[in-house]
Nanobody
Framework: QVQLAESGGASVQAGGSLRLSCVVS????????LGWFRQAPGNEREGVAS????????LVAEALKGRFAISHDTAKHTLYLQMDNLKPEDTAMYYC??????????????????????WGQGTQVTVSP
């Protein structure tokens, strides 16, 4: 079992920055895929970014490239999402997710939520104009 706990969400003005954190604990096998997802009211959950172990393999949603970056500090057992130049449309609940294996999977990173087994409770990000 893997536990995920997000933090760092806040209310900010457009153009600001936030760094979300997700502490990863529990039974992590040899390899782990970690991801960030978000869901705004009335919208479906969408993939934001994904990382395999501590990199270098990463994936960021095309529309967010250049503003969002994902990283994983294995020593601190913490996943990060750096968000810069925030826009009102970035307002959402942000979730981290994980899937872990004892082998290296064929697909290292993905923004498809069905490819993750464990989820955190989420942290709210609100961006005002």
């Amino acid at each position: 079992q893997v536990q995920l706990a997000e933090s760092g969400g806040a209310s900010v003005q457009a153009g600001g920055s936030l760094r979300l954190s997700c502490v990863v604990s529990g039974y992590i096998k040899a390899n782990v895929r970690l991801g960030w997802f978000r869901q705004a009211p009335g919208n479906e959950r969408e993939g934001v970014a994904s990382i395999f172990n501590s990199g270098p393999e990463t994936l960021v949603a095309e529309a967010l490239k250049g503003r969002f970056a994902i990283s994983h500090d294995t020593a601190k057992h913490t996943l990060y999402l750096q968000m810069d130049n925030l826009k009102p449309e970035d307002t959402a609940m942000y979730y981290c997710a994980a899937k872990t294996w004892n082998f290296v999977p064929a697909m290292l990173v993905t923004l498809t939520d069905g490819n993750y087994d464990y989820w955190g409770q989420g942290t709210q990000v609100t961006v005002s104009p």
